[in-house]
């Protein structure tokens, strides 16, 4: 899961003369899929979608999504925005199509006719991400592609612990994967919300809310907190961990089939 950095408002240029901007909104099981980003000989959610929306409008489209998903980690109301031809602009067809063609793996909530100044990515001020952990001493086949079997006691009161450092805005370069060829990027991020939720029968969901996150963030959040519970780390070690800056100091990296984009604000 990556979110590129944006630190500053972007205004986005007006759709070409003739054409107009819609907002698409998806969910989608990222197991089936290698990744939201289109990737040279592979199947991704953003190839599929654009292949059926070509089809559709008849002419090539570029497309501008909020929060760039790994390969396995899924979505519940992504957005996304793209031009097409005004005499082609049928969202109601459109969002028929992605779902005659994609349906389940790829569903179309809705379509819609934007401002000419809406961006998908740089007109969202926020990301919201869940991150389910199923916390029971046998997996459950019906939840394994959507959560994280730990089959160790996990300490809740330490995970939530350490959500209380990770708020505000930090660095977070020891919980994320550094841009290739970017070393000098920022890793600078704003978090609004970090919680534990416990929802019985050893169901426990992480909920983050920030501007943007960089590559892998709320995995290593997620899989240094999952840590903590274990004991293999203090909760009270998540201060001098941010402060490192270094990968190294965190701990280790949460599977991707748990983690879902769950809303985009604008």
């Given at each position: 899961?990556?979110?590129?950095?944006?630190?500053?408002?972007?205004?986005?240029?007006?759709?070409?003369?003739?054409?107009?901007?819609?907002?698409?909104?998806?969910?989608?099981?990222?197991?089936?899929?290698?990744?939201?980003?289109?990737?040279?000989?592979?199947?991704?959610?953003?190839?599929?979608?654009?292949?059926?929306?070509?089809?559709?409008?008849?002419?090539?489209?570029?497309?501008?999504?909020?929060?760039?998903?790994?390969?396995?980690?899924?979505?519940?109301?992504?957005?996304?925005?793209?031009?097409?031809?005004?005499?082609?602009?049928?969202?109601?067809?459109?969002?028929?199509?992605?779902n005659?063609?994609?349906?389940?793996?790829?569903?179309?909530?809705?379509?819609?006719?934007?401002?000419?100044?809406?961006?998908?990515?740089?007109s969202?001020?926020?990301?919201?991400?869940?991150y389910?952990?199923?916390?029971?001493p046998?997996?459950?086949?019906?939840?394994?592609?959507?959560?994280?079997?730990?089959?160790?006691?996990?300490?809740?009161?330490?995970?939530?612990?350490?959500?209380?450092?990770?708020?505000g805005?930090?660095?977070?370069?020891?919980?994320?994967?550094?841009?290739?060829?970017?070393?000098?990027?920022?890793?600078?991020?704003?978090?609004?919300?970090?919680?534990w939720?416990?929802?019985?029968?050893?169901?426990?969901?992480?909920?983050?809310?920030?501007?943007?996150?960089c590559?892998?963030?709320?995995?290593?959040?997620?899989?240094?907190?999952?840590?903590?519970?274990?004991?293999?780390?203090?909760?009270?070690?998540?201060?001098?961990?941010?402060?490192?800056?270094?990968?190294?100091?965190?701990?280790?990296?949460?599977?991707?089939?748990?983690?879902?984009?769950?809303?985009?604000?604008?």
């Open positions: 899961m990556i979110d590129d950095p944006i630190p500053v408002r972007v205004i986005p240029d007006p759709p070409a003369e003739g054409r107009v901007r819609l907002r698409m909104e998806i969910a989608y099981d990222g197991g089936r899929f290698r990744g939201v980003a289109e990737n040279a000989d592979v199947v991704t959610v953003l190839g599929s979608l654009r292949t059926v929306i070509e089809r559709v409008v008849g002419h090539a489209v570029v497309i501008s999504v909020a929060g760039r998903t790994d390969a396995g980690v899924h979505a519940r109301a992504q957005v996304l925005s793209f031009d097409v031809d005004g005499a082609r602009a049928d969202p109601a067809e459109l969002l028929r199509a992605v005659r063609t994609l349906a389940p793996a790829v569903v179309a909530q809705q379509c819609a006719v934007a401002a000419p100044d809406f961006d998908a990515r740089f969202a001020v926020h990301r919201h991400y869940r389910l952990v199923l916390n029971r046998v997996p459950d086949p019906f939840l394994a592609a959507t959560s994280w079997w730990v089959g160790a006691e996990l300490d809740l009161n330490a995970m939530i612990l350490a959500c209380d450092p990770v708020l805005s930090h660095d977070f370069s020891s919980f994320c994967r550094r841009p290739k060829g970017q070393a000098e990027v920022s890793l600078v991020r704003r978090v609004l919300v970090a919680e939720h416990d929802l019985g029968e050893g169901l426990l969901r992480f909920d983050i809310r920030a501007n943007a996150f590559h892998q963030m709320v995995r290593s959040l997620v899989g240094t907190m999952v840590d903590m519970g274990r004991g293999r780390l203090r909760a009270g070690e998540m201060t001098s961990i941010l402060a490192a800056r270094d990968r190294s100091a965190a701990g280790q990296l949460a599977p991707p089939e748990g983690l879902c984009l769950w809303e985009v604000g604008y």
